[in-house]
């Protein structure tokens, strides 16, 4: 049985979860595996964010501190950066770095998240995941050559393409596929990973 997780690096509900999702992955029962999948929330942009779409962002870091205590995010980042709404440049950056060292796909995505919701670097820019990549002492040019590679969006693409034919059209979602190759979607408990342990084990039965 495969539980597919996915997420958008700069999605600040997925940031919200991220507590929540370590618990589960590291708690979850035997037989059971964890595949993450990139979804893709808003395509590539060059065009600056609109004052209504700062606005709704803002909105929404405010709501997650609200439901989910503990969220930390630094709102100097809407002084300090030109943000866009396109995350399919960082979705890229979590592929390039997952290419360029099979195991560090996971502090990418850490270090990511942090960058843009605690360091106030901007996530849609390439400069911010070359200085990331230099920081996890991943090898830059390789990286950069991930980064760059036509192969990367096209291996986007087509994880955004499964992630929407599972269910999996909101971030974050947890889709469990059962030994039917059945999937079913799994409600999200920001603050409680043992009911989503629970439910997941009674997938199981």
């Not at 796909?105 to 996530?123: D, G, H, T, V, W």
């Amino acid at each position: 049985m495969k539980l597919y997780y996915v997420h958008d690096p700069m999605c600040s509900w997925c940031w919200g979860f991220s507590p929540t999702r370590q618990i589960v992955r590291e708690n979850l029962p035997d037989g059971i595996e964890w595949i993450s999948l990139l979804g893709g929330l808003a395509p590539d942009s060059d065009e600056s964010m609109t004052d209504e779409t700062k606005g709704y962002v803002q909105k929404a870091w405010r709501t997650i501190q609200e439901r989910i205590p503990g969220t930390e995010f630094n709102f100097d980042f809407w002084n300090k950066c030109a943000p866009r709404r396109s995350t399919y440049p960082a979705c890229r950056a979590v592929i390039a770095a997952r290419n360029t060292s099979a195991d560090s796909e996971l502090s990418y995505i850490l270090a990511l998240q942090k960058a843009y919701y605690l360091r106030a670097m901007n996530p849609s820019d390439t400069d911010t995941h070359l200085t990331l990549a230099n920081e996890l002492g991943l090898d830059a040019s390789v990286f950069e050559q991930h980064l760059l590679d036509p192969k990367t969006h096209q291996t986007l693409l087509d994880e955004i393409a499964f992630a929407r034919s599972i269910g999996g059209d909101s971030f974050p979602s947890l889709i469990i596929v059962d030994a039917q190759n059945q999937a079913h979607s799994l409600k999200i408990h920001y603050t409680d990973p043992q009911r989503i342990l629970d439910d997941i084990q009674q997938h199981l039965c």
